[in-house]
């Protein structure tokens, strides 16, 4: 079975241990994988080896955990992991976050074209605004206004845009026998002054085989949506269920047609994560473990769970290890400020037991599915089949065996079915994503 479209799949790396918190705790995770880079390679080659389009390094340039309790949600550097990984593979894409405010254009054009052309076009740019108060302290600012930095985030993306195009693509001549190494009339200034970034140019580094990196953006309500439209091929989302997932991507595409673009040409990826294992019980099992290792925060969990499903529920008026009495899951009502409240009260109406209920991961960030292979496929696949995603990236709950896992036991069933491909379509990002090559800014490519 072959379906018309099929779908792209995203690892996501997070500092190394997978996308739960206490998962550094687990039997056979290194402790210190967070500064051990081979963990990111490792997990690459896996990816690659299942035909991952890219892995996504989400990041933000703050330490925001309490490292008491927890792992750090960044690696120490993302653009030095790509960096290693780059070396170690082939095909697989390597997108990072870079904030708009707080790096130059200059230097965002830099790192990220060289590593473009060190990966043979493989690099992408996750361009986000930064609204954290605590990065901001740590460049002695505070956060500006939404419409600030999202001026900013316009301004740095068309910049680097210009910079990255400021070679003509004949330009690198390397005549040796002429002793001209590149043509300096088609290498050019590109003068662009804006409110709050300037560049002269040009940056020193000739195309890629993809022309040069392509921009990803995630988050931030219509400002956002503004900016993926003018520019992103790719989105990071995090929609909760299919409806505001099918929302927010034709919300995607039609951003990309009010700034003249395809609405095929900029594509959706749905959060999702994973506790994977040969039956449905053994992977509630394996999260029970996980949240084990931090009962401190269970009496919150509990609680929010009960602010969830309309009533006040605590580890004292509760046993969390039974079902909710049938009189008080008379009166649950999903809340409506929480798109993951349905879900709660179907598994607490399934007569599962608080604890379970949590461990089903329903106040995680992503959707979360625990069970076996099958039910994971299946989950992709109606979220795929419905028109929620262009694909999903994916974060395991562990990563030193859930990588492996999803490629062993889930990548083959999407190929099955249909919803996967088999074999990377092209060398670069941009033909793994189904994307066009660009070059320059976008609207007036090749200037
Ligand atoms: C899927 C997804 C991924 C994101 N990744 C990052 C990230 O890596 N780094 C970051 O600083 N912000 C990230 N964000 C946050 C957004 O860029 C944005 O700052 C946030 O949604 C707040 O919105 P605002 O920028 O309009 O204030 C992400 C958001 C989403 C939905």
């Known amino acids: 079975m072959k379906t018309e479209k099929q ?11 997978g996308g739960e918190f206490s998962a550094w705790r687990m039997p056979g995770t290194d402790p210190a994988a967070y500064t051990n880079t081979d963990s990111y390679v490792e997990r690459a080659k896996l990816a690659e080896k299942g035909k991952f389009q890219m892995i996504f390094i989400a990041d933000t340039p703050v330490l925001n955990n309490d490292l ?9 550097d993302p653009m030095l992991a790509l960096m290693a990984v780059a070396r170690e593979t082939k095909r697989i894409g390597l997108v990072a976050t870079l904030s708009t405010t707080f790096n130059y254009p200059y230097n965002i054009a830099r790192q990220f074209k060289a590593l473009d052309v060190i990966s043979h076009g493989r690099a992408g740019w996750n361009a986000v605004t930064t609204s954290d108060p605590a990065a901001a302290a740590n460049f002695g600012a505070q956060v ?4 600030e930095r999202y001026d900013m985030a316009h301004e740095s993306i068309q910049i680097v845009q210009a910079l990255w195009g400021s070679w003509e693509q004949d330009a690198w001549t390397l005549d040796v026998e002429g002793g001209k190494f590149a043509d300096m009339d088609k290498i050019k200034p590109i003068n662009l002054q804006g409110q709050y970034y300037a560049s002269r140019g040009p940056l020193p580094i000739p195309p890629s085989e993809q022309g040069q990196p392509v921009i990803f953006q995630a988050g931030g309500g219509e400002k956002g949506l503004e900016l993926a439209g003018s520019y992103a091929s ?26 003249g673009r395809n609405p095929d040409d900029i594509k959706m990826y749905a959060g999702f994560m ?17 949240m084990s290792f931090n009962p401190d925060e269970i009496p919150s969990r509990v609680s929010y769970l009960g602010s969830m499903v309309g009533l006040h529920l605590s580890v004292n ?48 960030y992503h959707p979360v599915v625990a069970g076996t ?17 262009d694909g999903f990236s994916i974060v ?25 491909h088999k074999e990377y379509e092209g060398e670069t990002l941009r033909e793994h994503m189904g994307v066009p090559y660009q070059y320059g800014r976008t609207g007036i490519e090749n200037q």
């Open 7 to 17: 779908m792209a799949l995203a690892l996501q790396m997070v500092s190394g241990y």
């Open 68 to 76: 008491g309790l927890q792992t750090p949600s960044f690696p120490m």
């Open 144 to 147: 500006a206004s939404r419409k």
């Open 234 to 259: 790719g989105v990071y989302a995090n929609p909760y269920d299919i409806e505001s997932a099918r929302l927010h991507r034709e919300m995607i595409r039609q951003s990309a047609v009010r700034y």
């Open 274 to 290: 994973f506790s994977l294992a040969s039956t449905e019980e053994e992977a509630l099992e394996r999260r029970r473990q996980l």
């Open 317 to 364: 008026s509760v046993d969390i290890d039974q079902p909710l009495a049938t009189d008080l899951l008379k009166r649950a009502y999903p809340s409506p400020q929480d798109p993951r409240s349905a879900i709660a009260l179907k598994l607490l109406k399934q007569g599962l037991s608080v604890r379970d209920v949590l461990a089903h991961g329903v106040i995680n």
């Open 373 to 389: 292979a099958v039910q994971v496929a299946d989950f992709l696949e109606e979220w795929f089949l419905a028109g929620a995603c």
């Open 396 to 420: 395991p709950d562990i990563a030193h065996d859930g990588v492996a896992d999803f490629v062993e036991q889930v990548v083959p069933i999407l190929q099955e079915r249909g919803l996967f």
